[in-house]
Every structure is written in structure tokens, then in C-alpha cells.
């Protein structure tokens, strides 16, 4: 399971990596196309809905290896089981939430896809399309604070704190 797991947090990042890189090229492109006296019509909207799935679906990617930020003021101060307590409530917290936001991401792309709902650009894609990106980046950063939740409860290191270690070592090996 936990081979599975990682490789899901992997391919949700690979997966943002690429939406990345078809902004650049379809920004690239439009550019170029000014420039030879061709429009790239509705290349800016291919742009933001690739814009919106690479954030989403890089989400648990960055989460799991520490990337992202954390306020961390209050459970820095606290040590053994009151910080596992905190850590605890943080990720329940934010799985609620998160879970929350992923369940009415999920009830929109259905919803669209019902209508048959399109953009309003000259290319008219149904928007289900690009809001998948959406739903699925966070029904897996979703599962990824569930599966550090699980972790925490169980005595162990969950994936943030793992991530800062391996880089405060990493560091030290450059000094």
C-alpha cells in the first residue's frame, strides 16, 4: 500500500510538472504567433485551466515533501505528546476541510458534465474537462493528509517532518 501511496503523490506531481510545461509552450506558441501574423486563438484559456490542474494536482506532491508553507509556531514549542496531540488536530482539521473543498470539487465537475456545461472562450471545452484536474489534485492531497494523520496516530514521523530532516542533513552534508 505505502508503494502505491508514494507513487500516487509522485504522479500527482509529474503530472503538475507537465501542466507546467504546456503553459510554456502554449504561451510560447501564442507569442510566436503574434509575431508571424497567426492568432492562437483561446491558447490564454488552455493556459489557466493547465494553470489550475498543475496547482491542484501538485498539491500533495509539494505537501509530503515539505514544500509547502506551514505555520508552525505553536507546535514547534511543544514537544512528545502534546505536539503529537496538535499534530494530530492540524491534520484533522485540514483533512475536514480539504476533504470539504475536494466533495463540492467533485459534485461540480459531475454537475457539469450533467448540463453539459462549456467555456465561454471561442473553443467551447466542456468544462468538466479541466475542473477533473481540480477534484482529483485535491481528493489526493485529501487521502495524502488522511495517510499522515494514520501515521501520527500510530507513533510515527509523518511525511513533512520526515522531509525537513532529510533536508536539515542534506544541508549540513554541503557545509
Known amino acids: 500500500m505505502r508503494t502505491f501511496l508514494e507513487r500516487l503523490y509522485t504522479g500527482s506531481g509529474v503530472l503538475a510538472g ?3 510545461i504546456l503553459i510554456a509552450a502554449l504561451s510560447l506558441t501564442q507569442i510566436s504567433g503574434r509575431l508571424l ?11 489557466g485551466f493547465c494553470m ?5 494536482l501538485g498539491l500533495a506532491h509539494t505537501y509530503r515533501r515539505n514544500e509547502q508553507i506551514r505555520v508552525t509556531i505553536l507546535v ?4 512528545g505528546g502534546k505536539r503529537r496531540v496538535l499534530e494530530a488536530l492540524c491534520l484533522a482539521a485540514s483533512i475536514f476541510l480539504i476533504g470539504f473543498f475536494a466533495w463540492y470539487a467533485a459534485d461540480m465537475v ?5 448540463i453539459n456545461d462549456v467555456s465561454q472562450g471561442l473553443v467551447a471545452v466542456p468544462l468538466w474537462v479541466p475542473q477533473s484536474g481540480m ?4 481528493a489526493i492531497m485529501t487521502l495524502a493528509l488522511l495517510d ?19 533536508k536539515k542533513i542534506a544541508m549540513s552534508e554541503i557545509s
Open 18 to 20: 507537465i501542466f507546467l
Open 37 to 47: 501574423g497567426f492568432d492562437a486563438y483561446s491558447f490564454d484559456d488552455f493556459a
Open 52 to 56: 489550475a490542474a498543475s496547482s491542484f
Open 76 to 79: 514547534d514549542r511543544l514537544g
Open 110 to 114: 459531475i454537475t457539469s458534465y450533467q
Open 135 to 138: 477534484a482529483l489534485g485535491l
Open 148 to 166: 499522515d494523520l494514520v501515521i501520527v496516530l500510530r507513533r510515527g514521523t509523518p511525511s513533512y517532518l520526515v522531509a525537513e530532516q532529510e
